[in-house]
């Protein structure tokens, strides 16, 4: 059974820093598209940032462009999401998911999604 675990959430002030860490048992990410959302309460689940597994390509959503990075470590079957510059409107539960087709059309689209986590709470405060 695939089960991916998200970890590194937690309460930073506003221009802080937070790194998620994503890792799978039971399947590898090859040839998957690994991407992270956000939900915060009252809005629709959002995309946040992939990446291509087998290409090392990433893609972004306008909000985080320039604060945050999502990178990869092949050794440990782990994805990174590193959080800059952290402002309020950055708070929600952040998920892990894998599109185990790797399909590159539909990258940000949540329902392409085929496995999720439980999801890291993040809230940016003072």
């Known amino acids: 059974q695939v089960q991916l675990v998200e970890s590194g959430g937690g309460l930073v002030q506003p221009g802080g820093s937070l790194r998620l860490s994503c890792t799978a048992s039971?399947?590898?990410?090859?040839?998957?598209?690994i991407g992270w959302f956000r939900q915060a309460p009252g809005k629709e689940r959002e995309f946040v940032a992939a990446i291509r597994w087998s290409y090392g390509t990433t893609h972004y959503a306008d909000a985080v462009k320039g604060r945050f990075t999502i990178s990869k470590d092949s050794a440990k079957n782990t994805v990174y999401l590193q959080m800059d510059n952290l402002k309020p409107d950055d708070t929600a539960v952040y998920y892990c998911?894998?599109?185990?087709?790797?399909?590159?059309?539909?990258?940000?689209?949540?329902?392409?999604?085929?496995?999720w986590g439980q999801g890291t709470q993040v809230t940016v405060s003072s």
């Open positions: 039971g399947r590898s990410f090859r040839n998957s598209n």
């Open positions: 998911a894998q599109d185990a087709g790797g399909i590159l059309s539909s990258i940000r689209i949540a329902r392409q999604y085929d496995y």
